[in-house]
């Protein structure tokens, strides 16, 4: 079965702080897709990054990076000087093209407030 | 500009009333999702559809159903049968349904039973 799970459930920290959103997954299959969606209070979510199991290289997207491990099946997400506008709800989630092709299995989200 | 309508954005509706959630897409994706969003619960897939006139049962289909009569239309409807409908839901649209296609999501319809 397909897991994610985010043990944050809310982190509120002040304006240009550093944060640390946490992911970990769960999945038998070798080959599958990782991602995170930004939902802010409007409601829709916003894609912002899909990383697949064959390239564990890190990628830095301004002040958003992503680190992921396969050993220890972690995808987590830090944003540095963190802004007012990056509050939101953050979701970590995951797809397999082998098991349950067309679902994308989401995390509970972590709610993340930056404070001014 | 390419995207995804949902209407309306707000709904309420007396218990035992089936209601329609609209999802239209302009992005000429062939797939399309409909998710259910819980606080603290993630999102969780209701239906998705992968061709016009075909769709498939997610995690949680009971008490809802789908129709896909044309590419960019995916409507579903809350029966009175489905136990606890207050919550927001959410379409999203795919290129094809492969694992590593992007979805794009709405901007959601918040359904409230009275």
């Known amino acids: 079965a397909q897991k994610v799970t985010q043990a944050q459930t809310e982190i509120s920290v002040v304006e240009k702080e550093d944060v640390t959103l946490d992911c970990v997954y769960e999945?038998?299959?070798?080959?599958?897709?990782l991602f995170w969606y930004k939902q802010p209070p409007s409601g829709e979510l916003v894609f912002l990054i899909r990383r697949n199991s064959f390239d564990e290289q890190n990628e830095i997207s301004g002040r958003y990076s992503w680190n992921f491990q396969k050993s220890t099946s972690s995808f987590n997400f830090t944003i540095t000087a963190s802004q007012v506008v990056d509050s939101a709800v953050y979701f970590c989630?995951?797809?397999?093209?082998?098991?349950?092709?067309?679902?994308?299995?989401f995390g509970q989200g972590t709610r993340l407030t930056i404070n001014p | 500009d390419g995207g995804i309508t949902q209407s309306p954005k707000y709904l309420f509706r007396k218990e035992g009333q089936n209601v329609t959630l609209s999802c239209e897409q302009n992005l000429n994706h062939d797939a399309m999702y409909w998710y259910r969003q819980d606080p603290g619960q993630g999102l969780r897939l209701i239906y998705y559809s992968q061709i016009v006139n075909d769709f498939q049962k997610g995690d949680i289909a009971e008490g809802y159903s789908v129709s896909r009569e044309k590419k960019e239309s995916f409507p579903l409807t809350v029966t009175s049968a489905q136990k606890n409908p207050t919550a927001f839901y959410l379409c999203?649209?795919?290129?094809?349904?492969?694992?590593?296609?992007?979805?794009?999501f709405g901007a959601g319809s918040r359904l409230t039973v009275l």
């Open positions: 999203a649209s795919s290129i094809g349904g492969s694992g590593a296609n992007v979805l794009t």
């Open positions: 999945t038998r299959d070798t080959t599958y897709y």
């Open positions: 989630a995951l797809r397999s093209p082998i098991q349950g092709a067309q679902k994308l299995v």
